[in-house]
């Protein structure tokens, strides 16, 4: 157990449809950070935040945001959902987001759009 | 596309026996990372090294790193049914923005036959 925990598990739902995923970075972290695990894909980075700011984004689609609130929870909004969106969502946390931190994982939450 | 490539792609052996998985990767880079990922579930961090170790060791887990020729390698010895996973390799380029973010490659699928 990595300390970062995510919800929902799973989520089932349609195209066109918004959804929020939600994670708890692992006591005393700052930084949480957000991954998309497809088949065609693989593991991609979308956006990374420290202490409520954004801090780097990578290939985050417009259809997609994040937030980190001050009690350092992080959410991923994705909207007008398209069925390529299927995929295993993961967010990760460090302490400082610097580039010789260790990132933790958390379980996920595996997104199926019908 | 992705920073790093994981050779091989699958790998059988016995148990008892050493397994070897090697990444190579294309940018200069601040630090490389190993994760476990057992089928369709979280990211499990195994080990970091930095750009400037060349050696780490944890447990049995051994990972070398080759700055100049862009490659690190993961051995596992004395590898057991339960070592059976995915196992990713994810760099940490350099850049001039600010931000972490990882890069993984397609990963190795390392099965351990009891």
Known sequence: ?114 | SQQGEEDPQALSIQEGENATMNCSYKTSINNLQWYRQNSGRGLVHLILIRSNEREKHSGRLRVTLDTSKKSSSLLITASRAADTASYFCATDAKRETSGSRLTFGEGTQLTVNP
């Open chain 1, 1 to 114: 157990d990595s300390g970062v925990t995510q919800t929902p598990k799973h989520l089932i739902t349609a195209t066109g449809q918004r959804v929020t995923l939600r994670c708890s970075p692992r006591s005393g972290d700052l930084s949480v950070y957000w991954y998309q695990q497809s088949l065609d894909q693989g593991l991609q980075f979308l956006i990374q935040y420290y202490n409520g700011e954004e801090r780097a984004k990578g290939n985050i689609l417009e259809r997609f945001s994040a937030q980190q609130f001050p009690d350092l929870h992080s959410e991923l909004n994705l909207s007008s959902l398209e069925l390529g969106d299927s995929a295993l969502y993961f967010c990760a946390s460090s302490v400082t987001g610097g580039i010789t931190d260790t990132q933790y994982f958390g379980p996920g939450t595996r997104l199926t759009v019908l």
